[in-house]
């Protein structure tokens, strides 16, 4: 079935699952990367693997999954990779700061990528504008006006 052949609402549905599925498993597999790497890091850089999660999600889906990335991606991290481990104490300076960090991280991140996005559909939109009006003949009228 062609894409055109799909009614707009389906479309939406699908791409909205694709979009938000990529997220949640972009989160899972940083967050599982992340443990794989535990013995050697133990309690440092507990949410190092989440920057790139964050990056693949804005690209693949834009701002919103993203944002569901950094945001389920910092709490599993942060309660499995955080002292003291399994529960969500965040009262100290250092939690704090850096939550702050990973948060401008995660929003410089998404920031970019989504500029980069936004710019690369409207370049292909251009693109594609532009090759109908090359493709199509210019109607006899108009060039028989322009020349009398």
């Given amino acids: 079935m ?21 997220a949640l498993l972009a989160a899972a597999g ?19 693997t989440l920057y790139g999660a964050v990056a693949i999600s804005v690209w693949i889906g834009g701002y919103r999954p993203a944002l569901l990335t950094a945001l389920l ?9 955080v002292a003291p481990r399994l529960e969500f104490a965040a009262t100290d300076a250092a939690t704090l700061i850096g939550l702050a960090t990973y948060l401008v991280s995660c929003g410089i991140i998404i ?27 210019a109607p006899l009228t108009a060039l028989v006006g322009a020349a009398g």
Avoid: K, M
């Fill in 73 to 81: 991606g910092y709490l599993a991290c942060h309660f499995l990779f």
């Fill in 30 to 48: 940083a967050v599982s990367f992340r443990a794989l790497l535990d013995p050697w890091l133990g309690d440092h850089l507990p949410f190092t």
């Fill in 111 to 137: 920031a970019l990528c989504e500029a980069l996005r936004t710019a690369r559909s409207r370049s292909a939109a251009q693109q594609h504008l532009l090759e109908r009006e090359i493709a199509e003949p």
């Fill in 2 to 22: 062609e894409p055109s052949a799909i009614p707009h609402g389906a479309a939406q549905t699908r791409n909205a699952f694709t979009r938000y599925g990529a």
